[in-house]
């Protein structure tokens, strides 16, 4: 198109990602400002944040000394490489995380989103093992229903269909542990259900059809977040690391969601009293504020690649905005923030309230099932017979045009993260507006 025929804010020309590109188009939903617990729209409106923006704004919107960190580092260092080269920010940071994450997950690699990081992870758990002399652990065990972002690693490991079916073979040798959800024997359970820790069986079994000797990882969220919050049944995570221990077979936990705060701890592994190998983290690192992700590493997988010549790279993996200075620098900020406001204790408090809210909405029309964990709750409505997700998305244009709120939905389930900022007005807030829009859509 000529430069002159260009028309300003011409909707045609930006794909935008997991929507449905006609519609929104038709009808356009934007946001241009937020602060603490609510985004602005164009036209002046306030609307209540209740999913953290995609899960990433744990301390909400707009944190003036993350903001003021991240005009500070953009004035003094736009760009420095990472590749073996570094800034004092970016130890600054790992330091931090390391303090955080349990155990001796003490080493932090950087990317810029949970699909890199989860790529990562993949990489270092074949590295690791070839670099034992246990080459022939290639096979990874991800689990049904699990999500780990859109790379052609994490929809090999990830189990939810739409984001596979479209894209061929992925990766080989690739298995799924089955999904722990069970509608009838878990429905409207507040927290970890009871039923599903006999799901872990089938690990057991592959672990004998492969052979312990060729399986590099199994890679699990702790609780599920994209695909409509599925909390772990009782014991699961504490069995799960047991299983792959015993065999020498590498535990990733995928933090992306559930890590810093939303499970009421730094991680969720804390919650579930286990170290894993490794834990991917984003999103809530920067507050969301700059991408930034990244794979805290067991001492002694670091120490493993710590030999050969002292000259090379002992890891041939890095991205050119690894630990970037704007988002080392939002890091530091944040994780600041999060100390200084007990982010991570004030969810933990909050969460009784918070689920109990959520579980309030039983009853209500098409509510199919309610699991609230945390500060995160999926919320399924039954869809329209035939129309899969058309409630959903009816839900979605209801909430931002004529409620006032923001929520995450996928086909026809709600998934419910405020900030962990939220008060219990906030919540009781969020909760009426939930339980209009559950009615409208009836
Ligand atoms: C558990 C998990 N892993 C990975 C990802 C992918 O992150 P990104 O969208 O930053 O690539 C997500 C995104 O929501 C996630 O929830």
Partial sequence: MAPLDMKPNELESYWLPFTPNRSFKKRPRLFSGAKDMHYFTPDGRKVMDASSGLFCVNAGHGRDTITKAIQEAAGRLDFAPPFMYATPQ??????????????????????????????????????????????????????????????????????????????????YGVDHLPTTYNKAKQAFTIGEPEWGLETLDELTRLIGLHDASTIACVIVEPVQGSTGCIPPPKGYMQKLREITEKHGILLILDEVITGFGRMGYAFAAERYGIVPDMITFAKGVTNGAVPMSGVMVRKGIYETHMQGAEHLPELFHGYTYSGHPLAAAAGVATLNLYQEEGIFERARKMEKTFCEAMMSLKGLPNVADIRPIGMLCGIDLDPIPGKGGVRGYNAIETAYHDEDVYVRITGDTFIVSPPLIATESDISFIRDKLATIIKKVA
Wanted: charged share 20%; aromatic share 10%.
């Fill in 90 to 171: 970016v130890f600054e940071l790992s330091s931090k995380l390391a303090m955080l994450a349990p155990g001796d997950l003490d080493y932090a690699l950087f990317a810029n989103s949970g699909s890199e990081a989860v790529d990562t992870a993949l990489k270092v758990a074949l590295a690791y093992h070839r670099a034992r002399g246990e080459g022939a652990r290639v096979r990874f065990i991800g689990r049904e229903r699990g999500y780990h972002g859109v790379g052609f690693g994490g929809i090999s490991v990830g189990g939810m269909v739409n984001n596979r079916k479209m894209f061929g073979n992925m990766l």
